[in-house]
């Protein structure tokens, strides 16, 4: 069974400033990783994902994550932030492709993202 | 495309009474997924369907959820009788099969049970 772990429950930070949003995960298996945004009143939206190859990813809206395996996180950065990025931030994780048949998406408890003018 | 539709969005109920969710998934999709997300917590799934069979129930209280999927279409989810921790945001999401990575979320149904 996976994990996750949003170390973060709120960040409040002013308009332009980079931010960080961090997740740490929990597997016996190799995963997939990604990143939900879900805004007031909404359904969640993917913004980016890890599956395999290169351990940075770029998502939608400027974001973008990097997968640590050793240190078992994946951590997503923006260097400037907008109002309109104001919303809820989910990290989730599945088992991958060798991990068996167990498809199950399993979220974090979210961090609420605050851009402040 | 047309997304996921979820009705209705908002649903308020006294405890003890019964309620219906209805979803209908994204066109093609054969999996579907209810979560629970209880406010401050991430979404837990609740059931999961490929087509019109049920390929993981593990977390749903059978006791009083229920949940079908007839025509490998549309579904509803059902809680009776209600009570006053369920009370959440019940979201609906599809994918092309249970292996895609890629889950398409509906707006989901805010239930305040009272």
């Known amino acids: 069974a996976q994990s996750v772990t949003q170390l973060d429950s709120q960040v409040p930070v002013f308009e332009e400033a980079p931010v960080e949003l961090r997740c740490n995960y929990s597997s016996s298996v190799s995963v997939y990783l990604f990143w939900y945004v879900q805004y007031p009143n909404q359904g969640l939206q993917l913004l980016l994902k890890y599956l395999s190859g290169s351990t940075l990813v770029k998502g939608i809206n400027g974001f973008e994550a990097e997968f640590n395996k050793s240190q078992t996180s994946f951590h997503l950065r923006k260097p400037s932030v907008h109002i309109s990025d104001t919303a809820e931030y989910f990290c989730a994780v599945r088992a991958g492709r060798s991990g068996g048949s167990n498809y199950k998406l399993t979220f974090g408890k979210g961090t609420l993202l605050t851009v402040n003018p | 495309e047309a997304g996921v539709a979820q009705s209705p969005r908002y649903k308020i109920i006294e405890k003890r009474q019964s309620v219906a969710f209805w979803c209908n998934p994204i066109?093609?999709?054969?999996?579907l997924y209810w979560y629970q997300q209880i406010l401050g917590q991430g979404p837990k799934l609740l059931i999961q369907?490929?087509?019109?069979?049920?390929?993981?129930d593990s977390q749903l209280p059978k006791d009083r959820f229920s949940a079908e999927r007839l025509k490998g279409v549309d579904s509803t989810l059902k809680i009776q009788p209600a009570k006053l921790e369920d009370s959440a945001v019940y979201l609906c999401?599809?994918?092309?099969?249970?292996?895609?990575?890629?889950?398409?979320f509906g707006p989901g149904t805010r239930l305040t049970v009272t």
């Open positions: 066109s093609g999709h054969a999996t």
């Open positions: 999401a599809s994918s092309r099969d249970r292996s895609s990575y890629e889950q398409y």
């Open positions: 369907f490929q087509n019109n069979g049920v390929v993981d």
